[in-house]
């Protein structure tokens, strides 16, 4: 199957029930940045981490403590399909929430899938979303760390004084051009500068690649 870069949006759920299967750290991460969203979050699990435990203690979560049923897509617009080794599985749940009209993610299983989970950097309100089209997920998480190195607190402390600042503009300068105007001259001289750094086994997979690639011309 040929890596299909799909087509990027952020899905708004606040509100809505999103359901989780599984119990283990995958689907507690998962639980927590829905929660942080403002999804209403169901997990269907027979067993739950000490996190999870916790969230459906506190009644943050919804627990089921039992093995997916299909009544459970009726109501969630969204499912995460945190069980891994169990292709078969994964392949069900789609056909299951294509014929309910649900999306679905199914971790390690993109082929199974109806949306991508990409790697998201948070800093402030800032979001980054990084995906290699489910091609190279572990670069993602490379990168994600990278890039949470970079993104600081001063980034984050930025990103909330320029939505200040848009604010004021916005109570304070009706003519749309000179508010534009005025936040382009708070972003002047941002840049974000970076240069990859290329592990050495790429490096010299490339030099083999330049030699195979003169020989042939010559």
Known sequence: MAPNP???IVLD????????IG???EAAEKAQRLLEAGAKVMIVSPTLNETLRSLAASGKVIH???HFRDSDL???ILVLNTVR???DFAQILLARAREKRVLVWSVDYPEAS???MPAVVAAGHMRIAVSSSGVAPLLSGFMKEDLERILDDEFAAFVQWLGELREQARKNEPDAEKRRALLREALDGFRLLGKVQYPNVWLEE???RGRGGKGEAS
């Open 6 to 8: 799909g087509f990027p």
């Open 13 to 20: 759920v606040k509100g809505w029930t999103v359901l989780v």
């Open 23 to 25: 119990g283990d750290e």
């Open 64 to 66: 089921r403590g039992r």
């Open 74 to 76: 009726d109501h969630a």
């Open 85 to 87: 080794g169990d292709r």
């Open 114 to 116: 109806s949306v991508t």
């Open 206 to 208: 490339r030099a083999k």
